[in-house]
Each structure stands twice: as C-alpha cells, then as structure tokens.
C-alpha cells in the first residue's frame, strides 16, 4: 500500500529524511516512533502529498504522488495532531462536506455519516457548532470523518491525544479491525504501550534516518533486550546516539 | 467521483453555511455588537457620502472651468490608490491563508483539487480586502452621481463597475504570491522587503514632484499650473491602467451620450480581471502545491533570539510599572520586533512622514509665510493624528485577540487580566506618544511656528496617543477574536472597523477641541490684517474639555475590555 523508495527530504541545508525505504502491505498496523525532530512528521506529510521529497519516490496505493497525486489522496485519510475543523459548522455538516469531497452519493453519505455518528459516539454534540467542542470531541469528530469514505490508507498522528480512556480503548479496538479488514493503519505516537499492543511492525526512526523496522518481537531480539518497548526504543536510539557521535569523531579526526 | 464542477458546488456550500452559521452565531452572542458594527458601517458611508456630496457641490456652485479634468483626475487617483492597496492587502491574505492556515494543511490531504482550493481562498480574501473599498468607493460615486445629476443607468452599472474592479488587483497579486512562494521560497521576505523599498522610493519621488507641482499651481493659480498638477497624476490616467478604465466608463455612464462608451471600458475590466484570474487558477493547478512544499521546507533558518538593548530601552521606558507588568510590555515589544510585516510599515510610516517634515521644511523657506503656516502646522498634526490612529488600529487593536488559543498562558500567570491590559496600554501608550510627539513638535519647529501653537500641538497629539491607546486597547480586549490568527483579518473585520472609525471621531473632536481654537485666532488676526502678539484668551478654553475627553476615551473604554477580559474562559 505505502511503497517509500530512497526518499530524502532536504530543508535548506538540513536532510530532514535521509534514504529512507519503507514497503508497508495492506492491512497492515506500523507504529512508526521516533524522538522529537526525528522526522516522523515530515515523512507522514510526504506519504499523504502534502509535501514531497527531494529525491526517491512515494507510492501509495500504486500511484505515485509526483504524477498521480489526486489518484492517491482519494485512498488517503490523514488524522493529524492538531485536528482541523471549521469553527462555523456542526459536526454533521463536516462530516457532510468530508463525503462530498471524496465524491460519496448522497445515499451512501447518508448511511455512513449515521455509521460514523454512532461508532465514535458523536449523537450528543454532532448538530452543534464544533467551535464549543472540547479536545477530545473535535478528536472523535475528526476520526468520524476520517473514516467516512472507507480509506484504504489511515495516516493517524498522536491519535490518542485529549481522549479519555474509554475512547482510548475503543480506538484502539477499531484500529485492529480496520486492520483486521485491509485497511493500512500508519501510527506515529509517542505513546509505546499502544504501539507494541497494537502494532505488527514497528519502525523507529533517528535523526531522519531509519535505525530499526520489525515486529515487537524482533526488534526485542535484534537488540538483546528483554524488557518492553519502552526499554527496546531507549537501547536503539542510544545506540544510534553513540554511532553518530562515532562518526563524527572520526570524521573530525581524519580532518 | 467528483467533478471539477462538482467541486465547485461543494465549496459553494461550504461558504453558504458558514456565512449562515456565522450570522446565526453572532445573534446568538449579542445583538448589539451586531447592531453597533452596521451602524458604524453605515456611519462611515454616510460620512464619505457627505464629505465628497460637499466637495462635489462646491465644484458645481463655483462653476470652476476645468472641473471635470479635476473630477476625473481625482478618480483616476482614488481608483490607482486603492487598486494598489488591494494588491498588497490581497496578496498578504492569500499568502496566509494558501500557505501558513490550518485550513489549508487539511484541504491539500483531501482529494479537492489545487485551483479548487486557491479559488475559494481567492474569494474570500477578495472579499476580505475589498468590503472597505466597497465601502468607500459606492458613496464618492453615488455623490457624485447626485451632485451631477447622472441619468438611473449610471446606480445600475455602479457594482458591475466595482465589482469588475477588484478582480484584476486581486488576480496580480494571487500570480505574484504563487510565483513567489514556488520560485523564491528561500528569499521570500528579502523580495518582498526589497519590493516595498522600491514602491516607497517611487512613491516618495512622486510625492516630490507632486509637492513641488501643487507649491507652483498654488501660487501660480492658472490653467496651465493646474493642468501640470493634475499631470503628475499621469501614471493613473495611462490608456492602458486599469485605474482610467474605471474613471472613463463611469464619466461616460454618467454623460449617459454613448453607450458604446461605457460598454468597452466595462468589457476591458471584466475581461481582464476574469483573464487574470484565470491564469492565477491556471498558476495555482500547477504551482500551488509544489509551492506548499517548499514554503514548508524553506521556512527561515534557525537563528538563536536574544534580547537586545531595545528590551532593555523599551523596560527603562516604562519604569513607572510593577515588575511582572513590565515584563508583559517587553515581551509585546520583542513579539512587535521580530516581525517585519509589522516594523517595516511602520519604518515606511516614519520615512513617509520624514518626507513630509522635508517638504513643510521646503514650503517654510518658501514664499509661503504667516497663516500658512498655520494651515500647514494644523495639516500636520491631523496627518500625524490619522497615522497614529492607523497604526494604533493595525498593531494594537489585534494584541488581545492574537493571544489566542494561547491565552491560557497569561491566564494562568500570577498577575491580574486588568494588569494585562495595563501592560498594552503602557506599551501602545509609550509608543504612540513618543513617536506623535518627535514628529509634530519636530515638523513644527522646522515650520517656524510659534511657541504657543507648538505646545498646543505637542499636548495634543500627548493626549491623542493616549487616548487612542486606550480606545484600541480597551475595545480590541471588548471585541475579542481568539479564533482569528491572521491581524490583517482582525483589523478589517466588522469590530476592528467600529474601532477605527471610533478612534477618527475621537481624533476629530480632540483637535476641534485643542487646536482649531488657536487657528481660528490665527485666521480672524490675518483676515484683520493685524501682526501677531499673544492670543486670546479663548484659544485655550477648549484645552480642559480636550483632556477630559482624552481621560473618558481613555478610561471607559479600558474598564469596559478589563470586564469583558476577565469574563473570558479558556
């Protein structure tokens, strides 16, 4: 579904993404991690179009965004961080919007704006303006959206951030069905114990570089730890820490 | 899946419910607000109205021979002036909501198509930028029309005219801003920095010549003087701006002999503006997103910000403060520093006035003495009072509303919501007064007028500063827009609009007060023909009402924003 082919990203003098290659299947959930700056943001906002790479490629769903942009975001819901919604309309009518913009009948907007309402539990605020939303709302009212169109690609940034802990748990139960039912889960979170609950693989990334990608599991033998995710993340990116570091002596040596 | 007309239709529908809710929302908050905001909109046409019904009456009456080369090159001014500030006001409304909005960032993530996007955002910043030109343009035209006695069909093609208008502005600035954020992402504020620097050098040529043109027509008074000032308009009156297209169709509507007169100016705006608009559609398909891309990528370099010595001097300027206060007025002043779009108006404000100081300098050496200096001096202080309240309205009135969502953090600070406001009104008060006061008692004094009349002057624009600090900082906490993160939106809004037009009143009536009084003495004493000594008594009687109004226009408004203020949850 997610195909990232030596895909650089430079800002100025600065390479945000450094040859990265990700192949992400169908149906699968990837948590991908990293520290602050790592460049998860920017490689999220290359994978849905809203930025591009400076070289390599990005193909999502087999279209490739340089060419066929519109093609591709038509498979794409993105969730990000900050959620955006129009102060001025209710939810309903958002959600309306949304379904008209992925170019859903009237009929089939109907049924699924209902689908949406009751599975993210909006029927108590959804016919109000969403400038009174709290946190939390605005979050199930962006997701409620996001689903909408049945996205063959779910790109979802911090998701859990301001719900409580009930909708925390239902989220997470969706997450693995939309999985479950061939829908590509893209996580970035900081948040561990949701990743290695959920996810089938994970990818940590460092400095713009991908430092490790495999399940739970895997990453737990690859680096000998015995502990959770938590412990895994810390010991991978120390690691990388003390390459870097490595390499930057040896470079200032030689010089 | 969606067509592009179908695209159309859904952004139709977008617009249609949040103009609707909008409304809705604004009943809900308040009528009065709502009523308030109308009736100061209807105060300003009413006022243009009349103001420009008076100026075309006197040229009637007066049966002045070349009054319709004046009239014409008056609306070839007006129509160039305002075509270039809705080139720039367009293109900073555009660049904020194309590429820095939240609004955007979701859109492009969503299947709506790139000119789709950049079409709804052109409108509404065409309508952002040009609901004060409509404004102020329908009334001059519609004066003119009853002063001159125009047949019906000249009101009927008034909106075609204006609205046709708009566009080609509208359109430049949208292809300059795409072009500029895909090709000079990097250099974006240099270029633009250096664009304003060149339009201010022009502009300050043309001033010049202008000045030394109207000194020779002034004292000349003659056909040829008065032909060769309004000749110093040439630019504006060129076949080819788009300024004399709208000033030759609508003297033609109002002649009402050819028909054909008025359609071809009608289709050369039309067609032009719906060319260039076209062409920024075609710009946006192309470009739109690739210059998303790299205004993301190239967005400044990382520079670490220290405080400077101008910290400490603005800290020093407001001593008389309690510490945490103070600490508010130096970070509203580093927040004010380190952004250009905001000091670079101002720097261009100061030259422009400097520019003036120069030219009043010229006229002193002149043959021009005695009562005109006292026309000047008065010109003076009212322009220093309108620039004032002009940059009081675009940078102070905002300061409130721009904390926005993050209003919590001040909220949550161990210093009360009236100190915050206090630390506003230092900060603009200081400002303001320091500025008003270098640049008329400076002008003045280069003028050569006398003592008396400068310290009339000085004391005015003082409580001018002051009072106008209140009344921006007072209303701009009563009319709070938390949601809104563009200023340039804020200040052209319903309420930043009731705050400008308040503080034009409040000007006009501290100058009737404290100064007309001393320029009347000066008037009867030259019409007597008697040389000056000390004035009369009478001259300072408006002093103490002046100041009274200055403490009011001061104080209400503050404690009405301190209630409002402290009523606000976050």
């Not at chain 2, 609508?250 to 067609?271: D, K, Q, T, Y």
Request: aromatic letters at 12%.
């Amino acid at each position: 579904m997610i195909l990232m082919t030596d895909v650089n990203k430079r800002y100025g003098n600065k390479l945000a993404v450094k040859n990265l290659n990700l192949d992400i299947p169908a149906g699968e959930l990837f948590a991908f991690l990293g520290p602050n700056g790592a460049g998860k943001t920017t490689t999220i906002k290359m994978m849905c179009g809203l930025l591009f790479p400076t070289t390599g490629t990005v193909r999502v769903g087999g279209f490739h965004f340089a060419t066929q942009g519109d093609e591709a975001r038509k498979l794409i819901s993105y969730v990000p961080d900050q959620p955006f919604l129009y102060e001025k309309l209710t939810g309903r009518e958002f959600l309306q919007f949304t379904a008209d913009l992925y170019g859903m009948s009237s009929e089939d907007s109907r049924i699924r704006i209902n689908d949406v309402i009751e599975l993210f539990h909006l029927n108590e605020f959804v016919d109000t303006l969403t400038e009174r939303y709290s946190h939390g709302m605005r979050q199930r009212t962006v997701f409620a959206a996001a689903l909408l169109h049945n996205p063959k690609l779910l790109i979802a940034d911090e998701p859990t951030v301001g719900l409580d802990p009930k909708s925390i748990r239902e989220l997470k139960i969706l997450l693995r069905q939309l999985a479950n039912s061939g829908t590509t889960v893209f996580l970035s979170t900081h948040t561990l114990d949701i990743a290695e609950e959920l996810a089938d693989r994970v990818a940590v990334i460092h400095n713009g570089e991908l430092i490790a990608c495999d399940s739970v599991d895997g990453l737990k033998g690859k680096v000998q730890a015995d502990g959770n995710l938590e412990d895994v993340f810390m010991k991978i990116t120390e690691e990388s820490d003390r390459k870097d570091q490595l390499a930057m002596g040896v470079m200032e040596s030689a010089s | 899946m969606n067509t592009e007309r179908d695209q159309a239709a859904i952004f139709r529908s977008l617009r249609y419910q949040l103009a609707r809710n909008g409304v809705r929302s604004m009943l809900e908050a308040g009528r009065l607000r709502l009523f308030i905001m109308i009736l100061t909109s209807l105060f300003v046409a009413v006022f243009v109205f009349a103001l420009s019904a008076y100026g075309f009456m006197e040229l009637f009456n007066y049966k002045i021979p070349v009054k319709g080369l004046i009239i014409s090159g008056l609306f070839d001014l007006m129509f160039f002036t305002l075509g270039v500030m809705l080139l720039f006001s367009t293109g900073i409304i555009l660049y904020a909501s194309l590429f820095v909005s939240p609004e955007a960032r979701f859109l492009l993530t969503t299947p709506a198509r790139a000119d789709r996007i950049f079409a709804m955002k052109f409108q509404d910043a065409i309508l952002f930028s040009s609901w004060g030109f409509v404004v102020l343009g329908f009334p001059v035209l519609i004066a003119y029309g009853l002063t001159a006695g125009v047949p019906l069909f000249y009101y009927l093609l008034l909106p075609i005219f204006l609205f046709g208008f708009v566009l080609l502005p509208g359109s430049l600035s949208a292809i300059a801003c795409l072009i500029l954020m895909r090709y000079l992402p990097r250099n974006r504020k240099q270029v633009l920095i250096g664009f304003v620097a060149l339009m201010f050098v022009a502009m300050g040529y043309w001033i010049y010549r202008t000045t030394s043109v109207s000194r020779s027509a002034l004292l000349d008074s003659n056909r040829d003087a008065l032909e060769s000032f309004v000749g110093q308009f040439k630019l504006a009156r060129t076949s080819l701006a788009p300024s004399h297209w709208m000033t030759s169709g609508l003297m033609e509507a109002a002649r009402g002999e050819s028909i054909h007169n008025v359609l071809l100016p009608i289709a050369l705006l039309w067609s032009n503006g719906l060319f260039a608009f076209l062409l920024a559609s075609w710009l946006a398909k192309r470009l739109y997103r690739t210059a998303y891309d790299r205004t993301s990528g190239y967005g400044g370099r990382q520079r670490a910000s220290r405080g400077i010595w101008l910290d400490r001097a603005m800290g020093r300027l407001v001593f008389y403060l309690d510490r945490p206060t103070r600490v508010l007025v130096v970070k509203d002043f580093q927040t004010f520093r380190r952004d250009p779009s905001q000091w670079a108006i101002l720097v261009i404000f100061a030259l422009l006035m400097l520019l003036g100081v120069r030219n009043f300098n010229l006229f002193s050496n002149s043959d021009i003495q005695g009562i005109d200096r006292f026309i000047i001096g008065l010109v003076n202080l009212c322009g220093v009072s309108i620039l004032l309240c002009a940059g009081l309205s675009r940078f102070i009135f905002p300061l409130i509303s721009l904390e926005g969502r993050k209003f919590w953090i001040l909220g949550l600070m161990p210093i009360s919501r009236r100190q915050i406001l206090i630390g506003k009104f230092a900060f603009a008060a200081t400002g303001a007064t320091l500025i008003g006061l270098v640049l008329v008692v400076g002008s003045e004094m280069l003028l050569g007028l006398p003592w008396e009349g400068i310290a009339l002057h000085a004391l005015t624009i003082v409580v001018v500063a002051i009072g106008l600090s209140g009344l921006n900082v007072g209303l701009g906490a009563y009319f709070p827009n938390f949601r809104e993160t563009d200023p340039s939106k804020i200040v052209v809004g319903f309420s930043g609009t009731v705050n400008m037009v308040t503080g034009l009143g409040f000007v006009v009536l501290t100058i009737l007060l404290m100064a007309v009084p001393l320029h009347i003495a000066a008037v009867l004493r030259h019409l007597n023909s008697t040389q000056f000594s000390e004035f009369p008594w009478w001259v300072y009687l408006g002093v103490p009402v002046g100041l009274l109004v200055g403490i009011l226009a001061t104080l209400i408004p503050l404690r009405a924003g301190t209630r409002a203020l402290e009523t606000v949850e976050f």
